[in-house]
Each structure stands twice: as structure tokens, then as C-alpha cells.
């Protein structure tokens, strides 16, 4: 009886010169660059929508009388979450505030989102991939498109300044860390 083993096969005239594995065991066989795209870490986009998108302008008409610079907030949350084996959606909600003499002129929110195949990362390098690569993939698509639904209410567009994503995830990290040692 022969031991339960992968054994490389790689007699040309066999197979054509492809080197493939036989699982004794399965019956199956993978030839050898399969076996190592099995072993590979995958990270592809499949999707990037909008998930949600809202525009409120709760002064108007009067709001474009006004001549104030107008204060600009923006807020940001982002969330994953697993849809299948290995596939992820990564959801990051921008929401603008536009303020001028403490009325709000308008408020902004998108919620940009992405579906992911991520496969054969480590468990411990999956929270950052889907913490900072996901929201950084995102964070163009959700700027340009609350600019565009702001330049669509009548207001100049707004231009988002770019997000150190990575920065924002050792941020909160430490605050976790912190808040379970205290």
C-alpha cells in the first residue's frame, strides 16, 4: 500500500511537459502553477458602488443669499464585513457639513462601498487590509461623488483633501488598546 502523499509527476511524454501533482488520497490532480495560485495571496476588486447617497439643503432658497465662508466638516466610518469565503464588503461612509453663521447650508453623505476577494492573508493582516487598502481604494470614488452632488445643489464643489488611512487605523487601534487596559 502506497502512503497517502502528493508526488510530482513530470515525465514530458506523460503529460506534455507539465509538472502536475497527484493527491493520492483525492484522486484529484493540480498541476503546479495551480497549487501555487492556491497558495497566493489574493486581493481583487470585484465591485465599487454607491450603497447610499443623501443631499439635504435645509435652508433653501435663503442659503444662497448668504455671504458667509461657509465651515466645512467632514466625518468619516468605514466597516467590513464578510459576505462569503473570501469575499468582503468594505463600506466607507464620508458625510460633509457645510456650515455658515451656525445654519447648516448643507449636509452631504455618501456611503461608497466595495466588494473584495481576499484570500490566503493571515489572520492577523486581514483587520489592516480591510482598515486602510479597502477605505483607500473607496475614498476617491465617495470625494468625487458627494463633490458632484454638492456642485448639483447649486454650491461649489467640494474638494476633499486626501486621507491618510493607514494614520487613522493606528489611531484607533491605540485607542482600543487603550480603552481594554483601562
Do not use: H, W
Amino acid at each position: 500500500m502506497m502512503p497517502a502523499a502528493s508526488v510530482p509527476m513530470t515525465d514530458s511524454a506523460v503529460n506534455g511537459g507539465i509538472a502536475l501533482f497527484f493527491d493520492l488520497t483525492a484522486g484529484e490532480s493540480l498541476t503546479m502553477s495551480e497549487q501555487q495560485e492556491q497558495q497566493q495571496p489574493v486581493f481583487s476588486i470585484d465591485k465599487i458602488y454607491v450603497k447610499d447617497m443623501s443631499l439635504e439643503v435645509p435652508g433653501a432658497p435663503q442659503v444662497f443669499l448668504m455671504q458667509a465662508q461657509p465651515e466645512i466638516d467632514m466625518q468619516l466610518a468605514s466597516e467590513s464585513k464578510q459576505i462569503e469565503d473570501g469575499y468582503f464588503d468594505c463600506c466607507l461612509t464620508v458625510t460633509v457639513t457645510a456650515k455658515a453663521d451656525d445654519k447648516v447650508l448643507f449636509l452631504a453623505e455618501v456611503a461608497q462601498s466595495g466588494i473584495f476577494q481576499i484570500r490566503n492573508i493571515p489572520a492577523e493582516d486581514l483587520d489592516p487590509v480591510l482598515g486602510v487598502a479597502c477605505p483607500n481604494i473607496l475614498f476617491p470614488y465617495a470625494r468625487e461623488t458627494v463633490s458632484s452632488i454638492v456642485n448639483r445643489a447649486g454650491f461649489p464643489p467640494v474638494l476633499l483633501s486626501p486621507i491618510n488611512f493607514e494614520a487613522l487605523y493606528m489611531q484607533q487601534r491605540a485607542g482600543q488598546l487603550d480603552a481594554g487596559n483601562a
